[in-house]
């Protein structure tokens, strides 16, 4: 357990100072140096090589190589860049496609474990679960016609769920389990081997959404035997906004199973132009129509930093990082009425800190809208009363957490969010 003392900025820095990872913050574009972004789990930041990556992918690639560019790699690159991300995630190569939004793999993925399932008419999810999930399981009971019944786990505390709430709403009746395994609000994180353990007992099919974990945990799909996954590649992978997605089906089920969008990528054969259907026999079968080339090619640059930095180390610093924000938060921010909304228990924790408080949205207002010269921190506001702080130990400082803390504190103490008001904006 990280034991911290010293609520001095000196100490910060000293952190700082023994971070082996400290050097990586220098890959990415940050031109305000008062600013902390909080929010890398949302928008991951810009890496400064995927600048020249993408200018080169668009003046050479596209402007000068056109329609042949496809026949030099950018075909494959679906695949390839799977077989990057696989290193992230423990899968082997040809397990992971790069391909759509994480929502429509979702889609995807569920329906071909339903129809594997025949007999069996309840799907287990939990109350913790990304909305975007929930209506994508609702919309696909409604059009499998009304024979499935989606059953969501609740939490008592509203910061975890017991594995024991998770084994007692799995049962022989139940078809597939589909979890999001780090919490999006509260960042609790399930024991993933356990869950799909419990899910197979039961002859259930499991499938992991892991938008909020990878490359902010360490993971080992192969390991767990599990069998279906999904996640995302804008958020801590740093793929850019609305970078496609990915999934990740076990290959002993690639052939077994078959996903509902029978699009000519997903065929064995795209350039035959067959008028019937054949589905390719490896994870291509999982593909629907062409792939958005541009977004896909941010992702790489981005995949290979977080290679390089390892998820071992970087989940060791995240946790220390997480575990300091807790430490100044307990001091600082629980006098002024804040309560942690984030599991204390490391084992139970992603990559980023809830604090809830009845003022939460006026004051993310007030952190992200201070004028100059106030440091200015970034966060998110997760309804109805939570501040979402990201972690992302690529370019998050210890100093910068301290900062941050700091001026939440400033924030409180003065009532300077009274001059904001309560009015939504589109995106929070
Ligand atoms: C961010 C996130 C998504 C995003 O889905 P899109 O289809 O890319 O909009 C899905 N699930 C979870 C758990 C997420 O955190």
């Given at each position: 357990m990280t034991k911290f003392s010293s609520t001095e900025i000196a100490f910060a820095h000293k952190l700082d100072s023994e971070d082996e990872l400290a050097s990586f913050r220098g890959e990415f574009v940050i031109d305000d140096p008062n600013l902390?972004?909080?929010?890398?789990?949302?928008?991951?930041?810009?890496?400064?090589?995927?600048?020249?990556?993408?200018?080169?992918?668009?003046?050479?690639?596209?402007?000068?190589?056109?329609?042949r560019v496809w026949n030099d790699g950018w075909v494959n690159m679906p695949t390839e860049l799977g077989a990057k991300i696989a290193k992230l995630v423990g899968a082997k190569a040809d397990e992971i496609l790069v391909t759509e939004a994480t929502?429509?793999?979702?889609?995807?993925?569920?329906v071909a474990a339903l129809q594997v399932r025949p007999k069996r008419t309840e799907i287990i999810s939990d109350e913790f679960n990304f909305p975007s999930d929930l209506y994508i399981l609702q919309g696909i009971i409604e059009l499998l016609g009304d024979k499935h019944q989606l059953k969501l786990i609740s939490s008592e505390d509203s910061i975890s769920i017991s594995s024991e709430a998770v084994q007692s709403a799995i049962n022989e009746n139940t078809a597939l389990v589909s979890l999001?395994?780090?919490?999006?609000?509260?960042?609790?994180?399930?024991?993933?081997?356990?869950?799909?353990?419990?899910?197979h007992q039961a002859g259930a099919l499991m499938l992991w959404d892991l938008s909020h974990s990878v490359g902010a945990v360490p993971l080992d799909l192969n390991g767990y035997n599990v069998d279906l996954a999904v996640g995302c590649t804008y958020k801590y992978l740093n793929g850019g906004p609305g970078a496609p997605a990915f999934l990740y089906v076990r290959r002993d089920l690639q052939e077994k199973?078959?996903?509902?969008?029978?699009?000519?990528?997903?065929?064995e054969k795209p350039f035959d132009f067959d008028l019937n259907f054949s589905p390719a026999k490896d994870i291509s079968r999982y593909r629907v129509g062409t792939p958005?080339?541009?977004?896909?090619?941010?992702?790489?640059?981005?995949?290979?930093?977080?290679?390089?930095?390892?998820?071992?180390?970087?989940?060791?610093?995240s946790l220390r990082q997480t575990a300091y924000f807790i430490f100044l938060a307990d001091q600082w921010l629980e006098p002024l009425g804040f309560k942690l909304g984030t599991p204390r228990q490391k084992q139970e924790r992603g990559s980023h800190v809830s604090l809830r408080h009845p003022e939460s949205f006026r004051i993310t207002r007030a952190l992200i809208e201070s004028p100059v010269p106030a440091i200015r921190v970034i966060p998110d506001f997760r309804a109805p009363d939570n501040i979402r702080f990201g972690i992302t130990p690529l370019y998050t400082t210890f100093t910068g957490i301290y900062q941050a803390i700091a001026r939440i504190r400033e924030i409180v103490e003065g009532k300077k969010y009274e001059e904001y008001s309560n009015e939504q904006l589109a995106v929070t």
């Open positions: 902390i972004y909080l929010d890398g789990n949302s928008l991951g930041r810009l890496p400064k090589r995927s600048i020249d990556f993408m200018k080169n992918a668009i003046e050479e690639e596209w402007g000068k190589r056109l329609i929502s429509i793999n979702l889609f995807k993925l569920a999001t395994h780090v919490a999006f609000k509260s960042a609790f994180m399930y024991d993933m081997k356990k869950i799909t353990e419990m899910a199973l078959m996903q509902p969008m029978w699009g000519w990528f997903a065929s958005p080339m541009l977004s896909m090619k941010a992702v790489e640059p981005a995949v290979d930093i977080l290679l390089e930095a390892s998820m071992e180390k970087l989940r060791e610093k």
